[in-house]
């Protein structure tokens, strides 16, 4: 087999896994490591692309930043893990965060992907809604699934962002590939949508929300830059209508589960206001009122993770909550606090601020990659306030591999003058 075959082989069975990510956490995980050491494999053979456009340079400082942030919080987390003698057991998110910032270092400095190549990853990543409705509806039926469907639900609201981020890309609108890859991406992007939705996962219904906005920019810009002239456009357009209302009449549960979770979650606020704290909603309220008690009676390097263990199982008891095994807090920023106080929750928004500075960076040189950012920012600081949190290795690797997507996707997207001034008015 010549080389040239062997790295054509190579990117399709990662895009095979980039597909099947949603149906299983060893999917998803194997292309996560794929893309890992591909990175070093350039960083190894690949000489770097010289900074000579402003707009690279805004992306090698934007991905430097990312770098030092997830540094700084992997530091922060050790400190307090040595001190506590916690497990290395504990640290998968933080290992796989530094590792996917070097990633992306990496990668933004020796890669040029050919359009050809991004066109195949925004098809593998628009396929993935297939295995991720057969997992939705397998959870509806009550039959088991690959992982915990909330870190899950995180994980296709950052699938169904980078491609809805895609159809800003400034590829020619016009042409009948890109077109009809734009229709594939925005409805991929809607059926990833429709499974979180069916999921009823109440935590990630912000994010929906985020991506919808993302496909109305893409249509305000379309209008802008008079695109809307083209008679394909306005077929590709009217059969998204069409398609999204023929989902909505087939699939009743579209507007029926996501009124009922919200229906029990306001019921159980209320019930929580009497003081019966053993349901969903109000064990999270539980565990936030005990939570700040403990930070603040130990904040700067928080109990450990073992002892917040056992407070969380006394916690969860005390509420009279039907399940036993209660290991953490529902919530990301207050396991955080609790297991090593200002360090854990430094750490913690240190990821966050990297994302959210680097979007700040290349928001002048590629609206693309700075909307794509911004948004991974706010679903991830959104959903962390729920059971989306560092335990789950569905998390770690989604958000590493929503990154790396940005960047493959994006890298080459820095907009022309007049799609740039369209989009800034």
């Not at 990853?121 to 009550?142: G, K």
């Not at 042409?175 to 999921?199: D, F, M, R």
């Not at 059971?387 to 591999?401: E, P, R, Y």
């Amino acid at each position: 087999m010549s080389k040239q075959s062997a790295h054509q082989l190579g990117w399709y069975l990662w895009l095979a896994l980039v597909a099947f990510s949603p149906a299983s956490t060893k999917a998803a995980g194997a292309a996560w490591v794929m893309a890992i050491v591909w990175s070093f494999w350039l960083a190894g053979t690949t000489p770097v692309i010289e900074a000579s456009t402003a707009g690279r340079r805004e992306l090698y400082r934007a991905t430097t930043v990312i770098f030092w942030c997830f540094a700084a919080a992997f530091v922060l987390r050790t400190i307090g893990q040595l001190y506590w003698e916690d497990s290395w057991a504990y640290r998968h998110f933080d290992v796989r965060m530094l590792l996917t910032a070097i990633a992306l270092h990496i990668l933004v400095r020796r890669i040029n992907i050919q359009t050809k190549f991004r066109r195949e990853l925004v098809t593998a990543l628009a396929l993935s809604c297939i295995p991720a409705l057969i997992v939705s509806y397998r959870w509806i039926q009550e039959l088991s699934i690959p992982t915990n469907i909330i870190p899950w639900a995180f994980g296709m609201s950052l699938f169904a962002l980078v491609l809805a981020s895609y159809k800003l890309s400034p590829e020619p609108h016009l042409e009948k590939k890109s077109l009809a890859l734009n229709s594939i991406a925005t409805a991929g992007s809607l059926l990833l949508l429709t499974s979180i939705v069916l999921a009823g996962v109440r935590g990630a219904y912000l994010a929906v929300i985020w991506v919808f906005c993302l496909l109305l920019f893409s249509f305000r810009q379309d209008i802008s830059l008079k695109r809307l002239n083209s008679r394909r456009l306005w077929l590709s357009y009217a059969g998204i209508a069409v398609f999204l209302g023929i989902l909505s009449i087939s699939i009743p549960e579209l507007h029926e589960i996501p009124k009922n979770r919200v229906t029990t979650a306001l019921n159980e606020i209320n019930s929580f206001k009497e003081d019966q704290r053993g349901t969903s909603v109000g064990l999270r309220l539980h565990f936030l009122e005990r939570g700040v008690e403990s930070f603040a009676q130990h904040p700067l390097l928080g109990v450990g993770i073992e002892k917040r263990n056992q407070l969380v199982d006394q916690w969860s008891r005390e509420a009279k909550f039907p399940f036993d095994e209660m290991e953490h807090t529902h919530n990301e920023y207050l396991n955080s606090v609790i297991d090593y106080g200002i360090l854990g929750g430094g750490a913690t928004l240190s990821y966050l601020l990297g994302i959210l500075l680097a979007a700040l960076i290349v928001r002048r040189v590629n609206v693309v990659l700075s909307l794509t950012l911004a948004g991974i920012c706010f679903t991830t600081f959104t959903t962390f306030f729920t059971n989306t949190n560092t335990l789950h290795n569905f998390t770690s690797v989604t958000l590493g591999l929503a990154l790396i997507y940005s960047i493959i996707l994006c890298t080459n997207h820095t907009l022309h003058s007049d799609t740039d001034q369209a989009c800034r008015t």
